[in-house]
Every structure is written in structure tokens, then in C-alpha cells.
């Protein structure tokens, strides 16, 4: 592995991380806001590229084909959240049928399992129209500001009476429940937020990569929880809401630069599964080995007795 390969992969792994940066923004709603496991993003992902990719071919406007990618992600987390709330069916089984269902979805979305968007142009396209950068910085720009956008109107989303509601429901339900308030709607909107900007990701990284496919969300779940969890033992769990939001965002970036690294490495493609499962085992295991570590430094430190008489 030479330098020179290394930082030639960089840019289109920084911008890459961004753009999957939406749908880490997505899982975090879920898993840290509302304490719910939702395996419904690795079909949700899909849903958007296959989504974006068919409409694109067709004609329709690369911008619209985004909107209309992110309706077609909060349709999906409706269905999960009306199996989970009507139905009372366990939120990460919900997730698992709306995910098996959606794989069908997607290939009668597109015709067929993989869709190449040959001819036609897409948001990367305009922008180094309008920019003369080559389309993996033009993707890079797009992402950071779609991903400042979306970390923007979350935050002025999650201060409003609604947001507010929506945290207090992962933090306490039975809380908000005394107070008048629908769990089952909070629950049910964050499923719909979560899945509509996970969808929204996959659509970006379809145009990005110029093709949508049926497998492009799998493991989508994985990465976006190794991201998240990248990010808080980097950056920590403090300050505000939005700070919190851009760090996990940092961390999807911070993992695909690991996996850049580790392909230039000479590593085999076939065991990035593998590698991103040990990943998220080391970052999940750090903070608990970190907390044990210091209860252990407290209790052997020699105890200083009540009352000792000092010197004048």
C-alpha cells in the first residue's frame, strides 16, 4: 500500500461517509432518540436508490426523484410503525417484515435487481455544471450541505412541543403517556422521519454512484450503528443536541475512511462484513472497558480517613 493510493482514495471515501451521513442521522433517531432497533433501514436504504434510480431513467427530475425517494422511506417506516403501535408487534420484528417485504418492493420498483442510470443527468451532474469539480468533489459539496440542511432542521424540529414529546417518549414513555400525549404517534413519526432520510441517503448514494440496486442497503443498519457509536466515544455524548447530530455524521466519515484504508491494505472485499462487525464490537465494548476500568482505579485508591488531624 503506497501513500499516494491511500490519499487518492480519500476523497471519495469523505464524501461517500457524508453522504451516508443522511442515513446515519436516520438510524440515530431511532436508536438513540427512541430507544427502538429498526431493521427496517437496511430495506428503507434500498427502497430510496431503487426508488430515485427507476424515476430518474424515467424522466422524472433528479431533484424530484430525491423528494419523491424520501416520501417512499416515510411510507416504509409508516408500515413498520403502524405493525409496531395497531398491531403491538415488536419494533425490531416490525422492522424484519417490513425489510422482507420491501426487497419485492424494490425490484418491481426498477424491473429488475440492478439499475445503471446510463445518459440520463442526476444532482452530481448539475453541480459540476455549475462548479468545475469533478464529480467526487461535487458529491462531497452536495452531502455536506444536504447533511447541514438536515442536522439543521432536526435540531429546530427536536426543540418544537412535537420534538420535545418525541424524545421525552425514548427517554420515558410511561411520562408522556401521564401527560396526554400519544406514544404511538411519537413512535410512529420517528419510524417515518428515520426511514424518509434513510431513503434519502440511499437515493443520494445511488446518483453518486450512478446506479441503484436491491442489495445497496445491506448491512445498512450495521454501518449506521458502528458510525453512531464511532462518533460518541470520539466526540462524547456532551453539549448540544446538534453537536451530537454532526459527530455521528464525523463518525460515518471516520468509517469509511477505515474501510478505504483497509481495502488499499489489500484486504478482500468479502470480509468488509466481518471487519465492520468487529468495528462496532470494539466501539461498543471501549466505553463499557473504560467505565470498569476507572470504577476499579476508584475503589483501590487508598481512602483518606475522616478526621485526620492535619499540621498547622
Known amino acids: 500500500m503506497s501513500l ?4 487518492a482514495a480519500m476523497p471519495g471515501a469523505v464524501s461517500q461517509g457524508v453522504m451516508w451521513g443522511v442515513m446515519v442521522l436516520g438510524v440515530y ?3 438513540r432518540v427512541l430507544d427502538v432497533a429498526d431493521l427496517t433501514v437496511d430495506g428503507s436504504f434500498s427502497l430510496g436508490s431503487c426508488t430515485c434510480a427507476a424515476l430518474v431513467m424515467g424522466g422524472v427530475d433528479p431533484v424530484l426523484a430525491l423528494l419523491i425517494a424520501i416520501l417512499a422511506g416515510l411510507a416504509a ?3 413498520t410503525g403502524f405493525l409496531h403501535t395497531v398491531f403491538e408487534i415488536p419494533a425490531i ?4 417484515l417490513t425489510q422482507i417485504a420491501l426487497y419485492s418492493i424494490n425490484i418491481r420498483i426498477m424491473g429488475r435487481a440492478n439499475l ?5 443527468e442526476t444532482v452530481i451532474d448539475r453541480v459540476t455544471g455549475w462548479i468545475p469539480v469533478n464529480k467526487t468533489v461535487a458529491s462531497l459539496i452536495l452531502g455536506v450541505l444536504i447533511v447541514a440542511a438536515v442536522i439543521g432542521i432536526l435540531y429546530w424540529f ?20 401521564s401527560l396526554g400525549a400519544s406514544t404511538k404517534f411519537m413512535k410512529l413519526l420517528g419510524l417515518m422521519v428515520s426511514n424518509g432520510l434513510v431513503a434519502l441517503s440511499g437515493a443520494l448514494v445511488a446518483q453518486s454512484q450512478g446506479y441503484g440496486d436491491v442489495n445497496s442497503g445491506t448491512g445498512a443498519i450495521v454501518i449506521g450503528l458502528a458510525s453512531i457509536v464511532i ?19 464525523v463518525g460515518s466519515v471516520i468509517y469509511r475512511i477505515v474501510i478505504a484504508f483497509v481495502l488499499q491494505a489489500g484486504l478482500s472485499t468479502d470480509d468488509l462484513k466481518l471487519l465492520t462487525a468487529l ?3 470494539v466501539a461498543l465494548a471501549i466505553p463499557t472497558v473504560v467505565k470498569k476500568w476507572k470504577m476499579k482505579k476508584l475503589v483501590s485508591a487508598p481512602a483518606v480517613p475522616n478526621g485526620e488531624d492535619k499540621q498547622p
Not at 462518533?231 to 455524521?249: C, H, N, P, T
Open 29 to 31: 433517531i431511532t436508536f
Open 158 to 177: 427536536f426543540g418544537t412541543e412535537i420534538g420535545c414529546a418525541l424524545r421525552a417518549t425514548g427517554n420515558n414513555e410511561y411520562m408522556v403517556r
Open 116 to 120: 445503471p442510470m446510463l445518459k440520463v
Open 4 to 7: 499516494s493510493s491511500l490519499l
Open 93 to 96: 420484528l416490525a422492522g424484519i
Open 231 to 249: 462518533g460518541e466515544v470520539i466526540f462524547g455524548k456532551r453539549f448540544s443536541f446538534a453537536y451530537k447530530l454532526a459527530s455521528v455524521v
Open 279 to 281: 468495528v462496532v464490537a
Open 77 to 79: 417506516g409508516f408500515v
